[in-house]
């Protein structure tokens, strides 16, 4: 029986999720804050006559219309960007699935906003379990996740959302998991 590393024991299987931590939210996180300070900078330089940014002389600038313009720009960007900040911070998304042998019980955590559910924890007996089901769809907009088929329940999905994963990658988790629950895989 296979283990993923993470798992503490033969009769655990963890996977952790990735959440919001993730380069390209680093990345455009990144992208977002430097140009709406940009913006917010130029529409200052108009504003006070006085060039704030070492690349360009926006002090020229009209401060109306083009100053104004620039600072909307800039405080909707710096917004934006600590929304993104936020959300890195708190690592939406992020979390594990946990199925254990011994005790027959499946637990999958997510974080989410800060609040009153900020922890989503499911917990489900084996005995609920019908099959794990790949699901694959090719195209612009390609999809490839996990789901658990529980009775009477909607499916839950397994994998992180964002892109896709790859195939091979999919394929064996969902092999290893159906062995390890000992339901049928389903969507190969």
Known sequence: MTVSSDAPSATILKHSILGARRLSNYWWAA?????AT?????????????????????SQFVFIPQGVAMGFYGVAGLLLAT???LIIFWDIGGGYNEFDQA?????????????ENRRILIEHGFDQVL???????????PKRA?????????????????????????ENQGAELARFLQVPLEGL
């Not at 019980?105 to 609040?115: C, L, Y």
């Open 38 to 58: 940009g913006f917010l900078l130029a529409s200052l330089s108009s504003y006070f006559h006085k060039n704030l940014l070492p690349f360009v002389d926006s």
């Open 131 to 141: 099959a794990v089901r790949v699901d694959i769809r090719e195209g612009l907009n």
């Open 31 to 35: 992208v977002v804050t430097l140009g």
């Open 83 to 85: 929304y993104l900040w």
């Open 146 to 170: 996990l789901y658990l088929r529980l009775k009477g329940r909607p499916e839950l999905p397994l994998t992180r959302v964002g892109q896709p994963l790859p195939l091979a990658f999919l």
């Open 103 to 115: 005790t027959q019980q499946i637990r999958i955590m997510r974080s989410g906003f800060p609040g």
